[in-house]
């Protein structure tokens, strides 16, 4: 039943956007040049240039997909890959079909395109379920006896240093562009306000 719901949400994220973006980026636009920032800033999570909640909220339902089939026991992995193999074999098929359709869209536009996006969603789900495949279905206690375990310890750190940096990008980019606008306005004879 979660499985299921979490699946119906995912789909309403990621094949809503578009129509919802169409919609409201216009909107945003105007908000914005009208002096409204509060509302635009608003819109810029909704349908924003990146990271923004449609359709990328989708993404997450979909991981969730697998997180409740990994936490279900029996422990089944067989289920685990016949659901992320399909749902990464169905939005790869849909960027190939959408490229063959519509030809394959500028990828350095503000706004990613449905291409990019449902590329990158079937692309995640393939390695996600290849890696919670392979890995987190075999014993804590007998992990020591396979040698892959020993090669994946420097990627889970790594995953660690990754996440607290993706986590303090905003503050750490307000910081470095204040330094380095006080080192050009030093630069240029121009007192700088830190």
Same mark, same amino acid.
């Given at each position: 039943c979660n499985s299921l719901i979490f699946f119906s949400l995912g789909m309403i994220f990621i094949f809503c956007a578009e129509p919802i973006k169409s919609v409201l980026v216009p909107v945003m636009y105007d908000m914005y040049e009208g002096g409204h920032y509060g509302l635009a800033m608003l819109l810029t999570w909704l349908v924003g240039t990146r990271h923004c909640i449609f359709p990328f909220v989708g993404y997450a339902f979909f991981g969730a997909n697998l997180a409740v089939i990994l936490t279900e026991m029996p422990r089944n992995r067989k289920k685990m890959m016949y659901v992320g193999y399909s749902i990464a074999a169905f939005f790869i098929l849909t960027a190939i079909i959408d490229a063959i359709i519509?030809?394959?869209?500028? =990828?350095?536009?503000?706004?990613?395109?449905? @291409?990019? /996006? +449902?590329?990158?969603?079937?692309?995640?789900?393939? =390695?996600?379920?290849?890696?919670?495949?392979? @890995?987190? /279905? +075999?014993?804590?206690?007998?992990?020591?006896?396979?040698?892959?375990?020993?090669?994946l310890v420097p990627f889970r750190r790594l995953s660690l240093v990754s996440l607290t940096l993706f986590m303090?990008?905003?503050?750490?980019?307000?910081?470095?562009?204040?330094?380095?606008?006080?080192?050009?306005?030093?630069?240029?004879?121009?007192?700088?306000?830190?």
């Open positions: 519509n030809g394959v869209p500028l =990828l350095i536009d503000f706004y990613h395109p449905f @291409f990019l /996006y +449902i590329l990158n969603l079937g692309l995640m789900m393939f =390695l996600a379920t290849l890696c919670v495949s392979s @890995f987190d /279905y +075999i014993a804590l206690d007998k992990r020591v006896q396979y040698k892959r375990y020993q090669y303090t990008e905003e503050a750490v980019v307000a910081i470095y562009t204040k330094f380095w606008e006080w080192g050009w306005q030093k630069e240029k004879g121009h007192p700088g306000n830190f």
